[in-house]
């Protein structure tokens, strides 16, 4: 009997598709539909197999494994799919990838509700640490969709859960499809930069046209010298979501807290929380009110030098300073006060040359070796794929995309995006891909950093060596994914880490150190109006998510109301606020208490960033255990002591540069 169960098991089906190494699957919006009633099938037969096998047969061989590699699988076909529907320049294929996105949401839900599942994880006897970890998440997956629960309610939880799916991908399409256009003078439009200015399209008038895309509103905000201009643009930049993002927050609000009570929690951010490093709301409210204690002089302080550079620009002494006004002021007192001009940093740091220098920099500090491998299908003529390989032995790693620059149809903010999980076991080699917005002729001070960011996740990915799937890459808690990515920001701006650039790229401009230091001491100004923004969207999430359901946009009137700047009326920043519509709901406090972890991490470097060994260690500790060991424990590990929260307090207060020597 024994016997026969084993080769059931391992007769389980082929994937409905799979690729070449590092391939991802870009299909035609016609074959989407039939590839996705395969893939759903094909996991449903390998479920069907384990949820009859005998709980006298069951171990990590027969149940844990062969569940890594289905899930693996599926997760691969649906999270590409789920990918692409955010980039491909056909809308045809967009929805139907969506479309397929959804179904197999809910098949997982569905799945994850099995009892017979539940009960042969629940049997497995966990063969060392790794396992033990790897089943405890598991089970919690099952239980956080209420595999627990009464059939009756087990079958409303589904219900819901698929609901909150659809509103999410319709949350994110209505911003991602967004193609307003908003029309300026050349006069309404002074103190644009020419470069920009020669970017936008006109209309018949030979008026500007301005959309949302980073390259197109920032100059805006930050350059057009006129009040009024910025007012218009930071009005329409916040209702680009629409009414209609405004019912679907509402909505989701209402269903996660109909899913917190049916699955016994006095709230969803109890819920949210209770798997994550903070365990409960109470950690985030203490946090994030230490948060609050330690930058509101700071802020205060900055919005003051902010307003008297608008006295001196507008030469009104009773001059207030508003919100659309801040992001301009900075960048004007970076000027007048650091010497710091984002043209001279876009000049100093150009597109192709600073993402080869930010590879150079990497394959150095983790031994590996990038090659950009061109027979990689992609769905963009600007996307571009690499392999990835181990210096020591020449062992190809992984692969990952590049797709950096904004068009229509596309997302519009910044992300890594993971295809395919590492899993030892099964032999799998991880895929991601960065998607990002960036402007074509180079980095400014904060696309740099944003850069390294979302490349240090690309990392976390592609490094990635654990033994399942399940745990592999940025599968960790939510309150820590962004700690190996907030790190690696410092080798954007450190000179240890500048001093390659002439290798990489010698008919460059040299680096200029003198305007590095300056950006990096303009760095710091701005720190508490960045810190409080940051308490204030942690905070309003956790509102949103607690005990008492609120409506988004009242709530988000009042709490922005209570801040320095105050709410500007008929703005409705919640309907374009996509994080708390998706995995970051009562989690964006992650991005802070991750960073935490992040500074204290980054001291381990000393005054030497680019140091192979400290660099190896960090990659073989953290970067390549994704959550198979807990990850305060690879923290630990990596520190050889327990973590501290004062390198944070100190940056987000400006009272210290991280940058070392």
Avoid at 556 to 579: D, I
Wanted: overall charge neutral; hydrophobic content about 40%.
């Amino acid at each position: 009997m024994k016997k026969l169960s084993l080769l059931v098991l391992a007769a389980l089906s082929s994937a409905a598709w799979a690729g070449e190494r590092g391939e991802i699957r870009i299909s035609a919006a016609a074959d989407i539909p039939n590839l996705c009633t395969q893939a759903i099938a094909k996991l449903n037969t390998d479920v069907t197999a384990l949820e009859k096998l005998p709980l006298n047969e069951v171990s990590v061989q027969t149940v844990l494994a062969p569940w890594s590699k289905t899930a693996g699988e599926f997760a691969e076909f649906s999270w590409g799919g789920g990918m692409i529907a955010n980039v491909h320049p056909d809308e045809k294929v967009r929805q139907a990838e969506e479309a397929c996105e959804l179904k197999a949401s809910a098949e997982l839900n569905r799945i994850m509700q099995s009892s017979a599942l539940y009960a042969r994880f629940k049997a497995v006897k966990p063969a060392d640490v790794i396992d033990a970890e790897t089943l405890k998440q598991v089970l919690a997956e099952f239980e956080d969709k209420g595999v627990n629960l009464p059939p009756a309610k087990r079958k409303q939880a589904a219900k819901l859960f698929s609901r909150l799916d659809k509103l999410q991908q319709d949350f994110a399409r209505n911003v991602r499809e967004n193609k307003q256009k908003l029309s300026f003078t050349a006069e309404e439009l002074k103190g644009v930069s020419a470069d920009a200015l020669a970017s936008f399209k006109r209309d018949d008038k030979g008026n500007y046209l301005v959309g949302f895309d980073y390259p197109e509103y920032l100059p805006v905000i930050e350059g057009a010298e006129r009040g009024e201009t910025r007012e218009r643009m930071q009005y329409a930049y916040t209702r680009r979501g629409g009414s209609k993002n405004l019912a679907i927050l509402q909505e989701v609000v209402q269903i996660r807290k109909q899913l917190a009570t049916l699955l016994g929690y006095p709230s969803y951010a109890a819920w949210a929380t209770r798997n994550n490093m903070v365990g409960k709301p109470q950690v985030v409210l203490d946090f994030l009110a230490k948060v609050k204690d330690q930058v509101g002089s700071v802020e205060k302080r900055e919005l003051a030098e902010l307003t008297a550079e608008k006295v001196a620009f507008t030469g009104d002494p009773k001059a207030k300073l508003e919100r659309w006004d801040q992001m301009f002021y900075e960048r004007r007192l970076q000027k007048a006060k650091y010497l710091v001009d984002q043209d001279m940093v876009r000049a100093q740091f150009p597109s192709a040359p600073t993402v080869d220098w930010m590879m150079a920099v990497t394959s150095r500090l983790y031994n590996v070796e990038f090659r950009p491998n061109a027979k990689l299908p992609v769905w963009h003529e600007d996307v571009k794929g690499y392999d990835v390989y181990d210096k020591a032995n020449g062992e190809y790693l992984s692969s990952f995309y590049m797709d950096l620059y904004p068009r229509d149809g596309k997302y519009k903010h910044a992300a890594a995006f993971s295809v395919r999980q590492a899993s030892a076991l099964a032999g799998t080699t991880p895929v991601s891909v960065l998607v990002t917005n960036f402007n074509r002729k180079g980095f400014d001070q904060e696309e740099l950093e944003t850069l390294f960011h979302e490349f240090g996740h690309i990392m976390h990915g592609v490094l990635s060596r654990t033994r399942y799937s399940l745990n592999a890459g940025t599968n960790t808690k939510r309150d820590f994914v962004e700690a190996p990515s907030q790190m690696y920001e410092e080798w954007a701006r450190n000179p240890a880490s500048l001093a390659l650039w002439n290798e990489v790229c010698s008919s460059c401009q040299p680096i200029d150190m003198a305007l590095i230091e300056k950006m990096n001491a303009a760095r710091l100004f701005g720190q508490g109006t960045k810190y409080a923004r940051q308490w204030l969207y942690a905070a309003y999430d956790m509102a949103l998510a607690g005990p008492i359901p609120q409506k988004p946009q009242a709530l988000w009137q009042r709490m922005e109301g209570a801040t320095a700047l105050g709410y500007v009326k008929g703005t409705e920043f919640p309907g374009a606020f996509g994080h708390i519509v998706g995995g970051y709901a009562a989690g964006y406090y992650g991005y802070m208490w991750s960073e935490v972890l992040a500074l204290d991490m980054r001291s381990a470097f000393g005054s030497n960033v680019m140091s192979p060994e400290v660099g190896m260690r960090f990659r073989q500790t953290v970067l390549q255990n994704g959550s198979q060991i807990p990850e305060m424990d690879l923290v630990r590990q990596f520190l050889g002591r327990e973590p501290n929260s004062d390198a944070f307090f100190r940056e987000i207060t400006g009272r210290t540069a991280a940058t070392g020597g």
